[in-house]
């Protein structure tokens, strides 16, 4: 079960960060302005939101089921190479040779953290 739970976490938890970046264009989602709490809310960001509760939900599952050692790095490593991909695709963030080497080093981490041995 947690060979399916992982990919439908890491698409959530990413597609999450995505959307609710595409919501932020227009500011915060929550702001503080005048002496008062203003909620700017669009279908992105409560879209986002949502992605997120099911991400946590997932989350909760694959930590009761994996060990903690093995899914953290595994799921953050594989949440961070989308979102780098992601930013520069639909951001057009700029890809930067310390962002690629950090990736790499990421990935290689999570390669040696799961050799047998």
Not at 43 to 72: E, M
Not at 85 to 105: N, P
């Amino acid at each position: 079960m947690s060979k399916v739970i992982l990919p439908l976490f890491v698409l959530a938890t990413s597609s999450a960060l995505i959307i609710l970046k595409l919501g932020t264009k227009e500011g915060a989602p929550i702001q503080y302005l005048d002496g008062r709490l203003q909620l700017n809310l669009n279908l992105y960001t409560v879209s986002g939101i949502f992605l997120y509760g099911i991400s946590f939900l997932l989350y909760t599952y694959l930590i009761s089921k994996n060990d903690l050692g093995y899914i953290i790095p595994l799921t953050t490593a594989l949440v961070y190479a989308i979102i780098f991909t992601a930013s520069y695709f639909v951001f057009h963030e700029q890809f930067t040779a310390t962002k690629v080497a950090g990736i790499v080093l990421i990935i290689s981490g999570l390669i040696f953290l799961n050799l047998k041995g």
